[in-house]
T-cell receptor, first 113, second 113 residues
Framework: DQQVKQNSPSLSVQEGRISILNCDYT??????FLWYKKYPAEGPTFLISISSIKDKNEDGRFTVFLNKSAKHLSLHIVPSQPGDSAVYFC????????????FGTGTRLTVIP | DADVTQTPRNRITKTGKRIMLECSQTKGHDRMYWYRQDPGLGLRLIYY???????NKGEISDGYSVSRQAQAKFSLSLESAIPNQTALYFC????????????FGPGTRLTVT
């Protein structure tokens, strides 16, 4: 049963525009959410995270928004650059003591020059 | 040099064979993890270890075993490989204490024929 879902397998955006990647989750016990980026033939690399007590976290061009009532989070990339082209995974951690992550299925972002 | 390395990077094996995937890290992290990635399913946790004497099953541990030979080394074994274990396998590490992100190796692509 997929507890973290990314319903869009792919997204194409023009360079300079905003990219919005979405993620939904079903388990209200998740307390921390992360986004990872993955290039071909490499492992996922950490991008940005957000605690469940916040609704927004920003790091440069990347902003993550969390809507707990809707069990939804999104990653905004502004402006998008060709080097952002990668697969983006949303991940979530359960509360208290657990350290393993539950991953979504990934969204492949293509930024068109 | 990479902080988390995995060997081999690619492996083709036959059904019923025993195979070991190895992971080494130079980050000095106590916690290590093994994930597998399948198309359409994201990454799923197989086993994790909080220190040399602490091994825990993850979401999909059946058919796998692990060994934590040292703080820096965590091996995953398939005692009798089967075709549905064909997948991309990732090792990851994280710090103990205040948990934040996991650092992933480049992955091992395993094909069981």
């Amino acid at each position: 049963d997929q507890q973290v879902k990314q319903n869009s397998p792919s997204l194409s955006v023009q360079e300079g525009r905003i990219s919005i990647l979405n993620c939904d989750y079903t388990n209200s016990m998740f307390d921390y959410f992360l986004w990872y980026k993955k290039y071909p033939a490499e492992g996922p690399t950490f991008l940005i995270s957000i605690s469940s007590i916040k609704d927004k976290n920003e790091d440069g061009r990347f902003t993550v928004f969390l809507n707990k009532s809707a069990k939804h989070l999104s990653l905004h990339i502004v402006p998008s650059q060709p080097g952002d082209s990668a697969v983006y995974f949303c991940a979530a951690r359960k509360t208290a003591g657990a350290n393993n992550l539950f991953f979504g299925t990934g969204t492949r972002l293509t930024v068109i020059p | 040099d990479a902080d988390v390395t995995q060997t081999p990077r690619n492996r083709i094996t036959k059904t019923g064979k025993r195979i070991m995937l190895e992971c080494s890290q130079t980050k000095g992290h106590d916690r290590m993890y093994w994930y597998r990635q399948d198309p359409g399913l994201g990454l799923r946790l197989i086993y994790y270890s909080f220190d040399v004497k602490d091994i825990n099953k993850g979401e999909i541990s059946d058919g796998y075993s692990v060994s934590r030979q040292a703080q820096a080394k965590f091996s995953l074994s398939l005692e009798s490989a089967i075709p549905n274990q064909t997948a991309l396998y990732f090792c990851a590490t994280s710090e103990a204490g205040i948990w934040r992100e996991q650092y992933f190796g480049p992955g091992t692509r395993l094909t069981v024929t």
